[in-house]
């Protein structure tokens, strides 16, 4: 089911308001910031298990306990940083998402440092199915297993289904001309 019909079948209306922008302005539209990459990564690893709502719902305080995804200063996380991240009421604290949030940032450094970003790494990779995304992600990241991988790649436009063909969101997207589009 794509996140439009998902989303028809929401209540009650501030729930449908939060899906709706998050459908409306960023759900499958191409992004091209590192940090905003590696951010909406972080999110989707922090999803698994829970709903998208509760992540919605927290992104403001994933911003802010993050350092607004800023690849650089997450690499250079401490144990410290650990700590303070596990004691975060505002954010999921489980001790996996956490790691490999932190792991996954020094990846990410060193994939810019290899081919000039990481958005660059993921067209060198591109087109690739679900299934041979999935296992890239395993070998290259840390809490990537296939309904993450989905979830990311539909999110950035690099796979279709983020959107029915009737949804008005569904053009926008064609514009802004995702991978899944070549």
């Known amino acids: 089911m794509s996140y439009c019909t998902a989303i028809e079948t929401m209540q009650p209306e501030e729930r449908k308001l939060l899906h709706k922008n998050y459908h409306d302005n960023f ?50 996380y401490t144990e410290k940083d650990r700590e303070r991240l596990l004691t975060d009421a505002e954010i999921i604290r489980n001790r996996l998402k956490i790691n490999a949030s932190i792991e996954n940032a020094k990846v990410v450094l060193s994939l810019q440092k290899e081919f000039g970003s990481f ?11 679900k299934e041979e995304w999935t296992i890239l992600f395993r070998k290259t990241f840390r809490f990537t297993g296939g309904e993450i991988v989905n979830e990311f790649l539909m ?5 279709s ?22």
């Open 119 to 129: 958005e660059k790494w993921l067209e060198r990779h591109y087109p690739k199915t």
């Open 27 to 76: 759900y499958g539209f191409p992004l091209h910031n590192d940090n905003e990459l590696f951010g909406r990564l972080i999110m989707e690893i922090n999803q698994a298990g829970l709903s998208w709502e509760t992540i919605l719902k927290k992104e403001v305080a994933f911003r802010r306990a993050y350092d607004n995804f800023c690849i650089e200063k997450i690499a250079a």
């Open 161 to 182: 289904g983020s959107h029915d063909e009737d949804c008005p969101v569904y053009q926008q997207i064609i514009k802004q001309k995702p991978k899944w589009k070549d």
């Open 155 to 159: 999110s950035i436009g690099y796979l």
